[in-house]
């Protein structure tokens, strides 16, 4: 079974950074993609952005929202992925997601994936 843990959330100002960070166990296969989703409350989740994995393209691809603030990596053993956000706004405020599934490319639909983790709040302060 595939677990997922997020970390890193946070309070912050308006204009400041937060690093997010998803580490993941159990993995069974040998490639997977990573996605990272965010709800607000009364809204509907949105996705972030997403990271193909290494051995298809190793792609990023970010919502409209966070292109050029937010930036979404992954570490050499694969198991840990990192949202990098900057210039954070008050709309950010959010629980965000990070989220899997077996194959190469994701999608920023939450419905694509198969595993989810249980969410870390981010909180931008006017």
């Known amino acids: 079974q595939v677990h997922l843990a997020e970390s890193g959330g946070g309070s912050v100002q308006s204009g400041g950074s937060l690093r997010l960070t998803c580490t993941a166990s159990g993995y069974t296969y040998t490639e997977y993609c990573m996605g990272w989703f965010r709800q607000a409350p009364g809204k509907e989740r949105e996705g972030v952005a997403t990271?193909?994995?290494?051995?298809?393209?190793?792609?990023?691809n970010y919502a409209d929202s966070v292109m050029g603030r937010f930036t979404v990596s992954r570490d050499k053993g694969g198991n840990t992925v990192y949202l990098q956000m900057r210039r954070l706004r008050p709309e950010d405020t959010a629980s965000y997601y990070c989220a899997t599934r077996s194959g190469g490319w994701c999608e920023l639909q939450s419905t694509f994936y198969s595993y989810w983790g249980q969410g870390t709040q981010v909180t931008v302060l006017a």
């Open positions: 990271l193909d994995s290494s051995r298809h393209s190793g792609r990023a």
